[in-house]
């Protein structure tokens, strides 16, 4: 079990990171629906859970697409002038047109126990869905690599998951403090799990290479670079 | 089964035949009255005169036409758009509602309207806001209640210009311009009502409206899509009827040129986007009703050349506080051309206040299930009938078969 030092368990939201609601969900992955005010903190590749109101699990994602979609008044806009300020103002602000994010699954807690795996049961539509930034939760939920597992087996999805892989470690490498230990460690870790997949694993690498250029060792740890 | 689109094909071949005929009679029609606009475009007693006798000949309630309101501005002027105010506050309100259902488990009806405020030149996101109103057969026959549906569609209308006059008189003390919109008619008549009293009751209502917008220094307005008003080209007919063998019949409404409205008329004088026509009276039985209430709530209208391909026409209701006033007019022209200017030939807030009022499929099972929800909690389940759970059936989902599609 994990507590925080501000006494909240891991899988607790604090209500200030909320960037939006389960729109639909499956054991697997959750669809979030957020209003544009909402869109400065998630990113491709961010820790994100969707956290119950009640005593069901915290379920752990990683953002892998963010879709906005149009309909016809959009459309209209466009063809027409240039829009005006105040009709951006009002798309943004007022129109119930939710920005969709798309997470792929990578874990889940109960009671504050963090466990790197499928959830029993997905998150339900309107479970509250917040941001993982601070250093603690993120430092409990990266320590044991095993979760990683469940982004490399979502290859030959619609999932980009080099592209997932090489967000995510960046980000977290940075909320870690550039925690450069944790760094090599996760990437020797992908480099176990892509063996066998030596078109995913080379342009993982090299990506990875150039995100974290403080990190001379990354190239070394490629195969046979 | 669906639509044979296969059997139509005949019949669909002849209707755009007869459309290109009609348009063949129309066009020489319109010749004519266009070569008497231009002729008369200042002729301002042989139209006071004119006018006067057709009024006097023919039936009162038949009788449609438009009266120049100035003797300043000929008949066929075109009037560019003048720049907007640098602030102004433009509301619009729309309306829906969903009527009674005879075959749903309950029974009910909803009134809801949409109001968005727009700040012209502040570069802010407008303000919105709905409001809903639920209506049942408190203790009333349900099929008295049924049958109200027309009832529903007036008390609708009532509600779109009480809640935008209500929502335009909180802004009465702004410095600069305050517009209100409707989407419709100013010159409202309520039709369908089932009970004569109701109509009066919405008439009377609709009348207070417009004053208190007067009162509240608004300038209100009604935009009309495609106007089926033909009272320009009445005007321009009765000015030959001190012809000899001249049909009086001709100027009466039930006895109009199909497919030949006002609007066709304009569409060959207003080329430009933006550009307005001459201000004209309503002259009609209406409009005098309208009058004999509020000498200021007298109806008038321009025809506005709103932009967008093809060319359209859009009618533009004032009433004559503001049509008197050429500032005022100046205001409502520039403004609703700003509006049409946004998505290019229709007026932005009206297109919001639709979106925000109307009420879709998802919305109504929601409600649906929200009463059904109260309704059980003290143990008053209703069922639909076997009509309505059929149609929800075979409604839904339904498409046609396209054969194996490759994914």
């Known amino acids: 079990m994990v507590t925080f030092e501000d006494g909240?368990?891991?899988?607790?939201?604090?209500?200030?990171?909320?960037?939006?609601?389960?729109?639909?969900?499956?054991?697997?992955?959750?669809?979030?629906?957020?209003?544009?005010?909402?869109?400065?903190?998630?990113?491709?590749?961010?820790?994100?859970?969707?956290?119950?109101?009640?005593?069901?699990e915290a379920i752990y994602g990683l953002v892998y697409?963010?879709?906005?979609?149009?309909?016809?008044?959009?459309?209209?806009?466009?063809?027409a002038e240039n829009p005006r300020q105040s009709v951006i103002e009002d798309q943004r602000n007022n129109r119930l047109i939710p920005i969709e994010m798309s997470t792929l699954t990578v874990g889940y807690s109960v009671n504050g126990a963090i466990i790197h795996g499928l959830p029993p049961r997905p998150p339900l539509n309107l479970d509250p869905v917040h941001i993982c930034t601070g250093r603690e939760e993120i430092v409990a939920f990266t320590g044991e690599p095993g979760y990683l597992r469940l982004v490399v087996r979502a290859a030959g999805t619609q999932v980009p998951v080099d592209q997932l892989l090489v967000a995510h470690i960046r980000q977290v490498y940075e909320l870690r403090g550039n925690d450069d230990a944790w760094a090599l460690s996760t990437i020797q870790e992908v480099i176990d799990l892509l063996r066998s997949d030596y078109e995913l694993l080379m342009p993982t690498l090299e990506t990875l290479s150039e995100a974290l250029p403080l990190l001379p060792e990354v190239a070394d740890l490629g195969l046979g670079r | 089964?669906?639509?044979?689109?296969?059997?139509?094909?005949?019949?669909?071949?002849?209707?755009?035949?007869?459309?290109?005929?009609?348009?063949?009679?129309?066009?020489?029609?319109?010749?004519?009255?266009?070569?008497?606009?231009?002729?008369?475009?200042?002729?301002?007693?042989?139209?006071?005169?004119?006018?006067?006798?057709?009024?006097?000949?023919?039936?009162?309630?038949?009788?449609?036409?438009?009266?120049?309101?100035?003797?300043?501005?000929?008949?066929?002027?075109?009037?560019?758009?003048?720049?907007?105010?640098?602030?102004?506050?433009?509301?619009?309100?729309?309306?829906?509602?969903?009527?009674?259902?005879?075959?749903?488990?309950?029974?009910?009806?909803?009134?809801?309207?949409?109001?968005?405020?727009?700040?012209?030149?502040?570069?802010?996101?407008?303000?919105?806001?709905?409001?809903?109103?639920?209506?049942?057969?408190?203790?009333?026959?349900?099929?008295?209640?049924?049958?109200?549906?027309?009832?529903?569609?007036?008390?609708?209308?009532?509600?779109?210009?009480?809640?935008?006059?209500?929502?335009?008189?909180?802004?009465?003390?702004?410095?600069?311009?305050?517009?209100?919109?409707?989407?419709?008619?100013?010159?409202?008549?309520?039709?369908?009502?089932?009970g004569e009293d109701e109509g009066q009751r919405v008439l009377r209502g609709w009348q207070e409206a417009m004053i208190k917008a007067k009162d509240g220094r608004c300038l209100l307005a009604g935009y009309i899509v495609r106007p089926g008003k033909r009272s320009v080209m009445t005007m321009l007919q009765s000015l030959d009827i001190n012809e000899p063998d001249f049909d009086l019949g001709k100027l009466e409404e039930r006895s109009r040129t199909p497919g030949l409205t006002d609007a066709t008329l304009f569409r060959r004088l207003l080329l430009a986007p933006g550009q307005r026509s001459k201000v004209f009276v309503d002259v009609s039985h209406h409009n005098r009703e309208f009058r004999s209430r509020d000498a200021d709530n007298e109806v008038c209208f321009f025809y506005l050349n709103p932009g967008g391909r093809p060319r359209k026409i859009a009618r533009v209701d004032i009433p004559m506080w503001v049509a008197r006033d050429p500032e005022r007019v100046k205001v409502v022209h520039s403004l609703v051309y700003n509006q049409c200017q946004i998505m290019g030939d229709y007026p932005y807030v009206l297109s919001r206040a639709d979106e925000l009022a109307v009420v879709g499929g998802q919305d109504r099972e929601s409600l649906e299930v929200m009463i059904a929800n109260a309704m059980e909690k003290?143990?008053?389940?209703?069922?639909?009938?076997?009509?309505?759970?059929?149609?929800?059936?075979?409604?839904?989902?339904?498409?046609?078969?396209?054969?194996?599609?490759r994914r």
Request: hydrophobic content about 35%.
């Open chain 1, 8 to 56: 909240t368990l891991a899988g607790a939201g604090t209500g200030r990171d909320e960037i939006g609601r389960v729109l639909r969900a499956s054991t697997t992955g959750f669809a979030v629906g957020s209003r544009v005010q909402q869109l400065d903190a998630p990113s491709f590749g961010c820790l994100v859970k969707a956290q119950p109101i009640d005593q069901r």
């Open chain 1, 65 to 79: 697409d963010m879709h906005i979609d149009d309909d016809p008044l959009v459309r209209r806009l466009i063809l």
């Open chain 2, 1 to 194: 089964m669906t639509l044979e689109l296969e059997k139509l094909t005949g019949k669909v071949e002849e209707m755009a035949q007869g459309a290109y005929q009609q348009q063949q009679q129309q066009d020489k029609v319109l010749e004519g009255l266009l070569e008497k606009l231009y002729a008369n475009r200042v002729a301002w007693d042989k139209i006071r005169e004119a006018m006067k006798t057709a009024e006097q000949e023919t039936d009162p309630k038949w009788y449609r036409a438009a009266r120049p309101l100035d003797e300043v501005e000929p008949l066929d002027v075109v009037v560019d758009p003048p720049p907007p105010p640098d602030e102004a506050t433009v509301i619009a309100g729309d309306g829906s509602q969903i009527l009674p259902n005879r075959h749903a488990a309950y029974l009910y009806s909803v009134i809801n309207i949409g109001l968005i405020v727009y700040y012209h030149g502040r570069g802010q996101a407008p303000s919105q806001e709905t409001r809903p109103v639920l209506d049942y057969p408190n203790g009333e026959d349900e099929d008295t209640f049924v049958d109200k549906g027309a009832i529903v569609n007036l008390r609708r209308d009532l509600a779109e210009i009480e809640t935008l006059v209500d929502k335009a008189w909180t802004f009465r003390r702004e410095e600069h311009p305050v517009v209100a919109l409707l989407d419709q008619r100013l010159l409202y008549w309520p039709v369908g009502s089932s």
């Open chain 2, 378 to 405: 003290y143990g008053m389940a209703g069922t639909v009938t076997a009509k309505e759970s059929g149609k929800t059936v075979a409604r839904a989902g339904r498409t046609r078969h396209e054969g194996l599609r």
